[in-house]
């Protein structure tokens, strides 16, 4: 089940994604699909339907969720993307956080900073949490995911490499899009989307620039969990980036970068300088 956040004026709703055809989705006209609207906020209450449907090119998505709390960031989590940086993946994956305030959704803008000559894009798939999580083994991992999303961790490069704490480089305005909705597990369904295989593409003006799978993550979703909730607790709403693989690269005012994980859809956003 897809649950995306919309607006269709000043007001934000949720609803149910239906009629997309098979295959990866992009949420514009284009795809023919429909929203049946929710009441309340899914990750507090039982999606319930209010009987609204409405087309989803009439709609303006944006972020399937804003965090409450934390964007927390996983990196070299691919040992391909950690040899194209310049050396080995870490026993452990590096963690770092992203403020709510980094987050767009679709179609809003990715703003440069003016601090930085070198910013890349970064596609991965992004869990969202559901339910208070302190200390949870992996094998109990599935209990507190809400479901997952698509990422595009905005990273200015050239900050990251000259600063040890990668807070300018990760934490700016805009640099966390996330979209374009939720996929959540449905419960008894052997078909659904599996976080352990998934493709992850990202295409800069229509072209492919990076491709790779989950099933190269060297720390798996479960894992990461456990890891990430034995250093704070995880609040319902709080999203963990999975890391990249490899194949990032620069972006450029004027350019639109799209980010995408098959069986969740894609999204895209312009790139801009002010």
């Not at 149910?16 to 699909?33: D, M, T, Y």
């Not at 208070?132 to 083994?137: E, F, P, Y």
């Amino acid at each position: 089940m897809k649950i995306a956040r919309f607006s269709t004026g000043d007001e934000l709703r949720y609803g149910v994604v239906e009629g997309l055809p098979a295959g990866e989705s992009c949420p514009s006209g284009e795809s023919g699909g429909r929203l049946i609207v929710l009441r309340g906020d899914p990750l507090y209450t039982p999606p319930e339907a209010t009987g609204e449907i409405v087309p989803l090119d009439e709609v303006r998505l944006v972020s399937p969720v804003i965090p409450r709390s934390k964007v927390i960031g996983i990196g070299k989590n691919y040992a391909a993307h950690a040899a194209e940086m310049g050396g080995a993946a870490p026993d452990e994956p590096i963690v770092f956080l992203k403020p709510n305030t980094a987050v767009i959704g679709p179609d809003a803008p990715v703003v440069l900073p003016p601090w930085s000559r070198e910013v890349h894009y970064e596609g991965e798939l992004a869990v969202v949490i559901k339910s208070l999580a302190k200390d949870v083994d992996a094998a109990d991992a599935a209990r507190v995911i809400l479901g997952y999303t698509v990422a595009n961790d905005v990273s200015a490069r050239d900050r990251q490499g000259e600063e040890a704490t990668w807070v300018r480089a990760k934490a700016f305005d805009t640099s966390c899009p996330l979209g374009p909705w939720i996929e959540i597990p449905e419960p008894g369904s052997d078909d659904g989307f599996d976080p352990a295989r998934a493709v992850i593409r990202t295409r800069v003006d229509g072209a492919v620039v990076q491709e790779g799978t989950t099933a190269d993550m060297i720390t798996p979703v479960p894992e990461l969990i456990a890891l990430v909730s034995r250093i704070f607790t995880l609040l319902p709403g709080d999203v963990i980036l999975t890391g990249t693989p490899a194949g990032v690269g620069e972006i450029r005012a004027g350019q639109r970068v799209e980010v995408g994980v098959e069986g969740i859809g894609r999204f895209s956003n312009p790139v801009v300088r002010r």
